[in-house]
T-cell receptor
Framework: QKEVEQNSGPLSVPEGAIASLNCTYS??????FFWYRQYSGKSPELIMS????GDKEDGRFTAQLNKASQYVSLLIRDSQPSDSATYLC??????????FGAGTRLTVKP | GAVVSQHPSRVICKSGTSVKIECRSL??????MFWYRQFPKQSLMLMAT?????????EQGVEKDKFLINHASLTLSTLTVTSAHPEDSSFYIC????????????FGPGTRLTVT
C-alpha cells in the first residue's frame, strides 16, 4: 500500500463547478497535511495546509481532514480554467519528512 | 515570504561532466532543505534531506557519491550531479522549511537538466 494515495485522474469539471480532490494516507500518526498545485513544467506551489480535523477555508479552497478515516480532501469552488493543474497531496508523518501522492490532474473546461 | 530560488533554471551538459545546482532561501533561514527529482508525468521523488552544517541524508537507491549535496549555510544548499549521464536528465527541485513553519515545504522553481 502506498503511503499517500490519490486518484490520478484526469478529473474534468466545467467552469464554475466544484472540483473535489481526494487523498488517503496510511500512517495513522500523521499530523500535518498539505495540498500543492503544480502546473505543467513548473514546481509545486503550496496552497493549503491543515493540521486539525474538520474544514479549513481559504478563498475558493477548502481542505477537509478526517484523521479517523485517514482521509484528506480539497474542494475548489467556482473552478476556473486557471485551476487546471496537477494537485499533489502531501503528508508529514513524523514532522520531519514529507510524503507526496502521485497527484490528480484537474482540467477545468470553459 | 518563504521564497526559494534555484539556479540555473535550465542546463544542458555533455555526458561525463558535472553540474552544480544552487538552492537559496531568500527571505528566511532554511533549517532543512530537500532535493527532489521529477521525471515527465511522474510524481516527485525525494532524493535527500540536508540540514545546515551536517551531512545530507539520502533516500534508498540514491547514490551519495553521484549526487553531492552541500548545505553550507542557512540560506544555501547545492546539489552537484557528478559524471552526468543521459539517464540523469530530469527536473530537479529543491524545497526548504524554516523555523516559523517547520512542517511546510516551499519549493524553488526547479532546474531542468538535459545531459547529451
Amino acid at each position: 500500500q502506498k503511503e499517500v494515495e490519490q486518484n490520478s485522474g484526469p478529473l474534468s469539471v466545467p467552469e464554475g463547478a466544484i472540483a473535489s480532490l481526494n487523498c488517503t494516507y496510511s500512517d495513522r500518526v500523521s499530523q500535518s497535511f498539505f495540498w500543492y498545485r503544480q502546473y505543467s513544467g513548473k514546481s509545486p506551489e503550496l496552497i493549503m495546509s491543515i493540521y486539525s480535523n474538520g474544514d479549513k477555508e481559504d478563498g475558493r479552497f477548502t481542505a477537509q481532514l478526517n484523521k479517523a478515516s485517514q482521509y484528506v480532501s480539497l474542494l475548489i469552488r467556482d473552478s476556473q480554467p486557471s485551476d487546471s493543474a496537477t494537485y499533489l497531496c502531501a503528508v508529514n508523518p513524523n514532522n520531519n519528512d514529507m510524503r507526496f501522492g502521485a497527484g490528480t490532474r484537474l482540467t477545468v473546461k470553459p | 515570504g518563504a521564497v526559494v530560488s534555484q539556479h540555473p533554471s535550465r542546463v544542458i551538459c555533455k555526458s561525463g561532466t558535472s553540474v552544480k545546482i544552487e538552492c537559496r532561501s531568500l527571505d528566511f533561514q532554511a533549517t532543512t532543505m530537500f532535493w527532489y527529482r521529477q521525471f515527465p508525468k511522474q510524481s516527485l521523488m525525494l532524493m535527500a534531506t540536508s540540514n545546515e552544517g551536517s551531512k545530507a541524508t539520502y533516500e534508498q537507491g540514491v547514490e551519495k557519491d553521484k549526487f553531492l549535496i552541500n548545505h553550507a549555510s542557512l540560506t544555501l544548499s547545492t546539489l552537484t550531479v557528478t559524471s552526468a549521464h543521459p539517464e540523469d536528465s530530469s527536473f530537479y527541485i529543491c524545497s526548504a522549511t524554516g523555523h516559523s513553519s517547520p512542517y511546510e515545504q516551499y519549493f524553488g522553481p526547479g532546474t531542468r537538466l538535459t545531459v547529451t
